[in-house]
């Protein structure tokens, strides 16, 4: 058994590859007649043949005689023709401009010559595009293709107001509670010192469920106080309180905290743009206090374009008085903290853009 | 009858040239029987071989000209009837090369052991294949195509092909075990 498994290849090849099954009657039939007209079609097609590449042919000629009669070289004799055809082709190949001069019929049929000349041919078939069936062929897959898109859309679609019904029933539920709990909970913050806070509800709650930077919870009444020792940067503080008709409400507030260690509000800017414009028109570093300071700036053949000892002062992009090329530069910075010895140092590459916002 | 059994190949497809009637009867009549087999083999149901046997002769006289009495002349009629049937799923307009049905258990239930079987249940198994399994299966196991060819006839990749093969080995199988389930 596991072995026929193992060899269903050679059992289907051996009875199926010279296998002998006698067709409906009715095929020979439908044959012989398909045949008799396929012969027919292909007699009739040569016969078309012919007659299409006359008519090509012919049509060929008059447009190149229509095209010599109306290309702008009113001196043009009957008896030079010949010539200036080969030289109007060659004209047309090389100079578009006369070429768009040309009537329409005439750009039709001349970018069909010029077809292994790209540019021309595609000018060609623009310029054709609302009126030659081959238009038609253009635009055809696009249109197949709005048609898929179209379908997906409408499953996107299905999928959506399926999303927004279960959404509108929440949302009602939402809305009956909102009609019986007025929301109007909200945190005012007092600063007590260089790191302590306090915030309080403008409830009058009893159970207050105070939350920094969603890690630490902590209950407490309608007045808190925390303190951020050592903890510079910016703080989150919502607060989750249930009035006194029962209903839940939140208030959320941002305190931002100067730090004793610089390195917290640290930031140097990715670019700078100086044009004047107000935007991003020097290097402006952030940074907390410090104790000492010191920003230089390099080009990239390492040449020091800029230096600083303050933070107040920033780099406008010049080295002196003269403005320095865009591109990619080195800032360096070292700073210490307050009180304390040790330099620290902070690389970074700027990029400036001249002719930019 | 002008025209006996034992007329050779060449007398035939030469009378056939010709637009004997009679020859080209006489040439339906011995290999269609050859040509159904395998338009069976690649369609989904039999009224779709019909239609790829009537079209596979249409072209077999369209182009009989074409064939050069070089190599057999029963290779060459299956060689069409091959590319006919190709033809023909390709226009049917369905995605064969596409990942189909992982979970077909529900497919088989019918037939006996493979051996046992006669080209007519095992080509029952082969519709119930899907398109693409059926045609990669037919082109390697039975005509004997190797990868890369089916690659370029099919116009998809060789490890498509290859995926493609091996699944249609595992469905056949899976058929083969419901149907012994069924039994037992």
Known sequence: MSEELNHIDQIFSKALDNARIDPPAGVWESVSSGMSSATAVKTSFVWFKSIWLWTGLSVLSLATGAYLYLSPKPTATLASEVKGGKQGIKQSENQQPEFYNQSPENRQVVPEKNSNTGNLNIAGKMSSLPVESEAADYIEPKIQHAGFSDEKLEVLSATKQIETKSGVSGQDSRQQAALQCVHS???????????????????????????????????????????????????F?????????????????????QSESPETMLFIPDYLTPNADGINDDLKVGIGPVGGYNLLVFDKFNRQVFMSSSPETSWNGKAGFIDCEPGVYTVVLSYKTVGSANWKTVRKSVLLKRGEE | MAITVDITEKDLVQACLRQDGKAQTQLYKKYSPVMFAICLRYSANPDNAKDMLQEAFIRVFDRLDKFRFEGSFEGWLKRVAVTTCLDFNKKLKIEPYAEEIDNFTHLGAEAGVLSQMGANDLINLLQKLPVGYRTVFNLFAIEGYGHAEIAQMLEINENTSKTQLFKARKMLQAFVLNSDKSIE
């Open chain 1, 237 to 257: 503080v919502s607060l989750k309180a249930k009035n006194l008709q029962g209903c839940d409400d939140t208030a959320r507030t941002v305190v931002v905290v």
């Open chain 1, 185 to 235: 909970l909200h945190i005012t913050v007092e600063a007590l010192g260089q790191s302590k806070w306090r915030f309080t509800s403008n409830g009058r709650s009893e159970s207050c469920y105070w939350n920094i930077n969603s890690s630490e919870t902590i209950r407490g009444g309608a007045q808190f106080e925390y303190s951020f020792e050592g903890k510079g940067g910016i703080h």
